[in-house]
C-alpha cells in the first residue's frame, strides 16, 4: 500500500509536491491552521475521487479530519496563537 501511494506520488509534478509539503510543514507548526486544513481537506476529496474503491474511503475520511481541524482551529501552542492570541468560547448562557 505504501509502494504504491509512493508511486502515485511520483506521477506528480514538483510543484504539486511542494505544495503538500508546504501544508504538511504548516499544520505541523500550527501556521495558518484553518487555510492549511482546508487545502489539506481538499486534497484529500479529489484523491479519493481518484482512487477510488475502500482506499478512497479512508482517503475521504482523512479529508473529513482536516475539516474538523479547520473548523476548530489551532490549539493553544500553535504559531496562530502567538501571532493572533487565543480564542475562547464561552458556551455559558
Known amino acids: 500500500m505504501l509502494m504504491g501511494a509512493l508511486a502515485y506520488f511520483g ?6 509536491k511542494c505544495g503538500v ?9 500550527g501556521f495558518r491552521t484553518r487555510f492549511a486544513a482546508w487545502i489539506c481537506a481538499l486534497l484529500a ?8 474503491g475502500a482506499m478512497g474511503i479512508l482517503v475521504a475520511l482523512s479529508a473529513v479530519n482536516a475539516a474538523a481541524l ?24
Open 45 to 52: 476529496v479529489a484523491g479519493a475521487m481518484q482512487i477510488g
Open 11 to 16: 506521477e506528480c509534478p514538483l510543484w504539486a
Open 21 to 29: 509539503v508546504l501544508v504538511a510543514v504548516a499544520l505541523c507548526a
Open 70 to 93: 479547520a473548523l476548530l482551529g489551532a490549539g493553544a501552542f500553535s504559531i496562530d496563537a502567538l501571532l493572533f492570541g487565543r480564542r475562547v468560547i464561552n458556551l455559558d448562557h
